[in-house]
């Protein structure tokens, strides 16, 4: 068949645009964060919208189709600016990242 059908939120067929999905899945990801960035949250309530909002979005999209690594990078600044509040980030990412009982918070 040449048409594309949508199964549990995955996109199933051929000639399926995945530049166009994951470009609007971002858009919607930065809409929402852009909706919390008004609000004054502590960064561990900005974590756990990262973790339960920005992960939870993606995660399962990415565990079956994958991501581009152009995408990836958007997303992955689309989260560390938002966590920052769009400000030079106070530790480095690498640390960030680390398991918790290393000194880390977030794993992106």
Same mark, same amino acid.
Not at 8 to 20: A, C, V
């Given at each position: 068949?040449?048409?594309?059908?949508?199964? !549990?939120?995955?996109?199933? &067929? #051929?000639?399926?645009?995945?530049?166009? $999905?994951?470009?609007?899945? *971002? %858009?919607?990801?930065? /809409?929402?964060?852009?909706?919390?960035?008004?609000?004054?949250?502590?960064?561990?309530?900005?974590?756990? !919208?990262?973790?339960?909002? &920005? #992960?939870?979005?993606?995660?399962?999209? $990415?565990?079956?189709?994958? *991501? %581009?690594?152009?995408? /990836?990078?958007?997303?992955?600044?689309?989260?560390?600016?938002?966590?920052?509040?769009?400000?030079?980030? !106070?530790?480095?990412?690498?640390?960030?990242?680390?398991?918790?009982?290393?000194?880390?918070?977030?794993?992106?």
């Amino acid at each position: 068949t040449t048409n594309c059908i949508k199964a !549990l939120g995955i996109w199933h &067929g #051929y000639n399926i645009d995945f530049n166009k $999905i994951w470009t609007e899945k *971002i %858009e919607r990801i930065e /809409k929402t964060l852009n909706m919390w960035n008004s609000r004054d949250l502590t960064f561990e309530g900005r974590i756990l !919208l990262i973790k339960s909002l &920005g #992960y939870s979005v993606t995660a399962y999209q $990415i565990e079956h189709v994958g *991501i %581009e690594n152009t995408f /990836k990078e958007k997303l992955k600044k689309l989260l560390w600016n938002f966590l920052w509040k769009n400000k030079p980030p !106070l530790i480095k990412r690498e640390n960030a990242i680390k398991p918790k009982h290393e000194g880390g918070q977030l794993a992106l």
